[in-house]
């Protein structure tokens, strides 16, 4: 069930018999191991964490067997940081996004919630998304 103008789905239908696979949150790594801990630079702008968060998911659920079209509902907590005067960059994070989920591609799309939040546990981390995916019955 697409959602008109939005590469996210309104609804999401699952048959009974499939297993739903919950993934922990996760946030952004650092572009290098030896750049500064808790520095913006360090991970990136919005885009760029979202890039790299949604990354990390992808390669997550490869090693499970499942792939980001297996995604059914993705929920998505952004920091509105000092260098947006405190506003959530919605429009880095759709260009991040959009790079795997893709409207005018794909009819596979996940439902998807999207919040500013006050402070993840990093000052520097502006993004974390949380997901759960189905692994179809056999």
């Known amino acids: 069930h ?24 996760k946030v952004p790594t650092k572009k ?29 659920l490869n090693n499970l067997g499942l792939d980001m079209k297996d995604v059914v509902k ?14 959530m960059d919605f429009k880095g994070f759709m260009n991040g996004y959009s790079k795997f989920y893709d409207a005018s591609k794909t009819n596979q799309l996940p439902a998807r919630s999207a919040f500013q939040v006050a402070k993840l546990a990093n000052p520097a981390w502006r993004v974390e998304i949380e997901v759960i995916a189905v692994r179809p019955a056999k």
Request: aromatic share 4%; net charge negative; charged share 20%.
């Open 74 to 87: 993705m929920q998505v907590f952004l920091v509105g940081g000092e260098e947006n005067n405190g506003t």
């Open 2 to 25: 697409k959602l008109d103008g939005m590469p996210i789905s309104e609804a999401v239908e699952i048959n009974a018999g499939n297993n739903l696979v919950f993934l922990s949150g």
């Open 32 to 60: 290098s191991a030896d750049a500064p801990e808790g520095e913006l630079a360090s991970y990136g702008n919005t885009e760029e964490q979202t890039i790299n968060v949604l990354e990390q998911i992808k390669t997550n």
